[in-house]
């Protein structure tokens, strides 16, 4: 029986082929919608945890907190923006709190210690110009992030020390100041009009874009300092954007959280937690944040064009009830020579579950073309990803909304008199 009702639907769909395709659009583009944002934020989700696993499990992020301070300077002797204004925001890591952290009697669990600077600069290569993304940074940086060259080499513990003026340009630095390409090592780079001298150029990390990695000139930290973010406490200390640290090991990382915060507690006189002007994060914590983020979003942005698998089930009850309208008097002749309710009921609802799950078929090959095309757009900075959850979701909606926006057109026929559907015009 159930076979012969689909025969009878299929056939009668088949009657009828724009108007089914017309009627599946909704199911398309709903499932299409979400299958390509579900793919992408799932792709933007690995490439984000490939970028922190690429660094290493065992690395431990120290980040200023900008506190309120009144009178000029907190305990810690961080001054604010504004020294003449009764109160301002002062940040509160320096190179002093770095060399803290890198003595092994008070931070034994510390392998590496690595303060950051970071800042804007105006970089220039001949006529070429553009506003760059400065780092000042010791060699060590690169053990910590696994960062290679393609041209040339890191800068050498004698150019940290020496505060000598040298550079290495991320890849989109590079494209931006080399468009010509070639290997511009011994070339001379200005940065807020002080020459540099290009050492290296560094491996692409997340492709060519803006405000990435990549995006990043990276040069010593005692060059930064002395030459273009000469930013000091009031005790004369330098202060810094950031301080890495990398634990003996993962299984270390907790206590050498706990390290870190003592000493620069101490350091900065701080009795109570709830005055700490630090923050200590992991990998695996800024992963979870991030992966929190994107996941809520992915969801959110999910949820919009879901609302696309309504209007689309709108449209297949209403195309159904015009259906049904349309072969009153089949459906009559039918149960007139004996076809039960049942049987009328099932018909409908085939017809219109199969329309829901050809439009979901048709949305899932889509939304994985529309997903693969932003992918490539993105200079392959993420791939896209859909996961078998996902097309069973797709699929099971597609089923769901034909179910459900089916049932009244399908109860609607199977409740039809068929004397009365007989004398239907």
């Known amino acids: 029986m159930l076979r012969e009702n689909l025969r009878v639907a299929l056939r009668a769909l088949a009657a009828n082929k724009l108007r089914s395709v017309l009627t599946t659009l909704g199911i398309i583009i709903g499932v299409a919608a979400v299958i390509a944002l579900v793919a992408a934020g799932n792709g933007v989700r690995q490439y984000i945890n490939g970028q922190f696993e690429a660094?290493?499990?065992?690395?431990?992020?120290?980040?200023p907190v900008r506190i309120d301070i009144k009178g000029g300077a907190n305990r810690a002797g961080f001054l604010g923006a504004n020294t003449s204004a009764r109160s301002g925001i002062a940040a509160s890591l320096t190179e002093a709190d770095a060399a803290a952290l890198n003595d092994r009697n008070l931070v034994p669990d510390a392998a590496a210690v690595v303060p950051v600077v970071s800042g804007g600069a105006r970089a220039f290569s001949g006529a070429r110009k553009y506003p760059a993304r400065v780092r000042g940074t010791s060699p060590d940086y690169r053990l910590l992030n696994n960062w290679g060259t393609r041209y040339g080499d890191w800068f050498s513990d004698a150019d940290y020390t020496g505060r000598s003026r040298v550079a290495l340009l991320g890849s989109y630095a590079y494209t931006r100041l080399f468009p010509d390409g070639g290997d511009p090592t011994g070339y001379e780079v200005r940065l807020n009009d002080v020459p540099f001298k290009i050492v290296g150029v560094l491996q692409e990390r997340g492709g060519n874009v803006a405000n990435s990695d990549d995006d990043t000139i990276i040069i010593p930290l005692t060059t930064a300092r002395d030459r273009l973010f000469p930013s000091r406490n009031a005790k004369g200390q330098t202060l810094v954007s950031i301080i890495l640290v990398q634990a003996v090991n993962q299984e270390r990382?907790?206590?050498?959280?706990?390290?870190?915060?003592?000493?620069?507690?101490?350091?900065?006189?701080?009795?109570y937690r709830g005055e700490d002007d630090f923050s200590?994060?992991?990998?695996?914590d800024l992963q979870n944040t991030v992966g929190a983020v994107t996941g809520v979003l992915t969801v959110f942005l999910a949820a919009i064009a879901a609302i696309s698998l309504l209007v689309g089930g709108i449209g297949i009850m209403n195309i159904m009830l015009v259906s049904v309208t349309e072969r009153t008097r089949e459906i009559g002749l039918r149960k007139a020579i004996g076809a039960k309710s049942s049987a009328i009921l099932v018909q409908f609802l085939l017809e219109s579950v199969f329309l829901s799950l050809l439009g979901g078929f048709i949305g899932i090959g889509i939304g994985w073309g529309m997903a693969s095309l932003v992918a490539l757009?993105?200079?392959?900075?993420?791939?896209a990803l859909v996961t078998p959850d996902a097309v069973a979701l797709a699929v099971g909606f597609s089923i769901l909304v034909g179910v459900v926006f089916g049932v009244y057109p399908a109860a609607r026929a199977a409740q039809l008199n068929p004397i009365d559907a007989l004398r239907f015009e």
């Open 253 to 271: 990382v907790a206590a050498a959280v706990q390290e870190i915060t003592e000493v620069l507690r101490q350091r900065h006189n701080i009795a």
């Open 55 to 63: 660094q290493g499990a065992n690395l431990a992020y120290v980040f």
């Open 280 to 284: 200590v994060a992991t990998q695996q």
């Open 377 to 383: 757009v993105s200079n392959n900075q993420f791939q």
